[in-house]
């Protein structure tokens, strides 16, 4: 007797079905532009991968008679136009979005209770890890890759003494402990990749509402970026670079509305994500604040992107349980 797919099991490939076909065209575009072989051989690897997962997917969900989400298609990606990033920042994305699946994958395999789905996800995550290393040690490699700041170590362990280490609005305020640098580094590093993304999308959009929605984002990106970046630079922190130097003039589109809008909004609650994340563990209030403050405004971002994909019938409607009223 086969065993049915759990409902989160039915989501989670759900979800990366639609998300491997947007890799792969996005990893299309990238093969017809990029000029380092290094990238390119990478990028082939991802290629056949992100294939593979789809191929996977569609076997599981034919074997349950399920239909087979349309997510994103070469309708949506156009291999004719120009470059829009140069080759570095494909290759710094590459690492961002290996992280990313490690993420989500993790999150799948946590909720998997069939025995070939969890060894489906297990593979994944190989996956993602060999591309993450890839592509860092290439970044490395080629000198592009700004490590995380170093500590010098203190002469023994100890306890917090004083309630002062959580204050941070009044009065002098502690350095930042390595928990914290490491969150505001991941996301400021997050927020610039995201930043450029947009920016390269809203360069070369034709929708006027597509358009001004991402000028929104750019706009609050670029106040996270700012706020991440001064925390870190009052304690004499180096910051990761800025990424909008990476794009490149045009005025062609490579990607469909409907592809960028999609993306955009994946981005957006990743970010959600990671903010929460470093909220729970910051010890500083000002942080905890600063967090809260833009989980707010990405999560209105969130709502009014999902609200323009539906006014557009961009969206594809998740499976549902029956609804027996």
Same mark, same amino acid.
Do not use: W
């Given at each position: 007797m086969t065993i049915p797919l759990t409902s989160s099991e039915v989501a989670s490939l759900w979800m990366q079905f639609i998300t491997d076909s947007l890799d792969v065209c996005i990893k299309k575009h990238v093969l017809a532009t990029v000029k380092d072989n290094d990238i390119r051989s990478i990028y082939n690897q991802a290629m056949r991968s992100s294939e593979n997962h789809l191929e996977k997917i569609r076997f599981f969900f034919e074997a349950e008679q399920y239909p087979i989400p349309i997510g994103f298609t070469d309708e949506d990606v156009d291999t004719s136009a120009p470059p829009l990033y140069d080759d570095v920042f494909w290759l710094h994305y590459l690492y961002t979005m290996s992280i990313y699946g490690m993420d989500g994958y993790s999150l799948a395999i946590a909720a998997a209770t069939r025995g070939d789905i969890l060894q489906y996800y297990q593979e994944c995550i190989k996956d993602s890890l060999n591309f993450l290393n890839q592509s860092l040690h290439l970044m490395l490699e080629k000198g592009i890759f700004v490590r995380p700041a170093s500590l010098h170590p203190s002469d023994s362990a100890e306890y917090i003494k004083k309630q002062h280490f959580l204050a941070g609005w009044v009065g002098e305020k502690r350095p930042l402990n390595a928990i914290e640098m490491s969150n505001l580094t991941v996301n400021l590093q997050k927020s610039s990749l995201s930043k450029a993304l947009v920016m390269g999308f809203s360069q070369v959009s034709?929708?006027?509402?597509?358009?001004?929605?991402?000028?929104?984002?750019?706009?609050?990106?670029?106040?996270?970026?700012?706020?991440?970046?001064?925390?870190?630079?009052?304690?004499?922190?180096? =910051? @990761?670079? !800025?990424?909008?130097? %990476?794009?490149?003039?045009?005025? $062609? =589109? @490579?990607? !469909?509305?409907?592809? %960028?809008?999609?993306?955009?909004? $994946?981005?957006?609650?990743?970010?959600?994500?990671?903010?929460?994340?470093?909220?729970?563990?910051?010890?500083?209030?000002?942080?905890?604040?600063?967090?809260?403050?833009s989980i707010a405004k990405l999560l209105i971002l969130a709502e009014d992107g999902m609200n323009l994909m539906i006014d557009h019938e961009w969206m594809e409607q998740p499976p549902q349980a029956v609804n027996r009223k």
């Open positions: 034709k929708n006027q509402k597509v358009k001004d929605y991402f000028g929104r984002l750019i706009k609050v990106a670029d106040s996270h970026c700012q706020l991440f970046y001064s925390v870190l630079s009052e304690s004499d922190i180096p =910051s @990761p670079p !800025s990424m909008e130097d %990476k794009i490149i003039p045009s005025n $062609q =589109s @490579p990607f !469909s509305d409907k592809l %960028k809008m999609f993306h955009t909004c $994946q981005l957006i609650n990743a970010a959600i994500a990671y903010y929460g994340t470093a909220l729970s563990v910051s010890m500083r209030r000002d942080l905890g604040a600063h967090y809260t403050a």
